[in-house]
Nanobody, 126 residues
Framework: QVQLVESGGGLVQSGDSLRLSCSASIATFAYCAMAWFRQAPGKEREFVAAIDWRTFNTYYTDSVKGRFTISRENAEKTVYLQMNSLKPDDTAVYYC???????????????????WGQGTQVTVSS
């Protein structure tokens, strides 16, 4: 089975930093576009960041540009999300997602990803 396991979430104060990790069990990790989505209570799942498997191009939603950085270590089968200058609006469950051999350009769309982790809670207090 494909397993994506997020870790690194927690309770922090506004302005603090967190680094989320997503460990994948799949041998084909290097061939997957990887992304982070988040879902706050009462809101739809929202795209946060993505990194392509071939070009390593990165994509971010406007609200996190300049604050969040997505990266990957293929040898470790892990994708990271470094989150700096956290705000209360960043509070959400953060989900890792993977799209095997992704050849499209709709990195922002949840339906493009076939594999999802269980999520890790990030709570940012004022």
């Amino acid at each position: 089975q494909v397993q994506l396991v997020e870790s690194g979430g927690g309770l922090v104060q506004s302005g603090d930093s967190l680094r989320l990790s997503c460990s994948a069990s799949i041998a084909t990790f290097a061939y997957c576009a990887m992304a982070w989505f988040r879902q706050a209570p009462g809101k739809e799942r929202e795209f946060v960041a993505a990194i392509d498997w071939r070009t390593f191009n990165t994509y971010y939603t406007d609200s996190v540009k300049g604050r969040f950085t997505i990266s990957r270590e293929n040898a470790e089968k892990t994708v990271y999300l470094q989150m700096n200058s956290l705000k209360p609006d960043d509070t959400a469950v953060y989900y890792c997602a993977a799209a095997f051999l992704y050849s499209g350009s709709n990195y922002y769309t949840a339906s493009e990803y076939g594999y999802w982790g269980q999520g890790t809670q990030v709570t940012v207090s004022s």
